[in-house]
């Protein structure tokens, strides 16, 4: 009967520790390797070329229909010089080669 009886402050503390292993799960763990998005953050426009270039990865124009046995995502980001976010999925078994790959270029 203690339980229900608790301060707000420790409903409150709970609750941020339940939200951060769900933000932990499920953007750190679900999308992989945290370098390989914070070198994709600060250099856009590489990535975007290289994204057209790779079969391990899936541009969502909207034109398409994603097979989500097969892709993982949506990942977004901004590309300044389309002047939008893109929406990109990566193909389950091989955008994480793509990232080691990626992640390994010299990136001006």
Do not use: C
């Amino acid at each position: 009967r203690q339980f229900y009886k608790l301060p707000i402050k420790m409903y409150i503390a709970i609750a941020i520790i339940i939200l951060g292993i769900l933000y932990y799960y499920f953007v750190v763990v679900k999308h992989g390797d945290v370098a390989f998005w914070k070198k994709v953050s600060k250099n856009p426009e590489f990535f975007y070329e290289q994204l057209k270039k790779d079969e391990a990865w899936v541009i969502d124009d909207g034109s398409i229909n994603i097979d989500k046995n097969k892709y993982t995502g949506p990942f977004m980001l901004h590309v300044p010089s389309l002047g939008k976010v893109i929406r990109f999925y990566g193909k389950i078994g091989e955008y994480e080669d793509s990232q080691k790959r990626i992640k390994e270029e010299k990136i001006r």
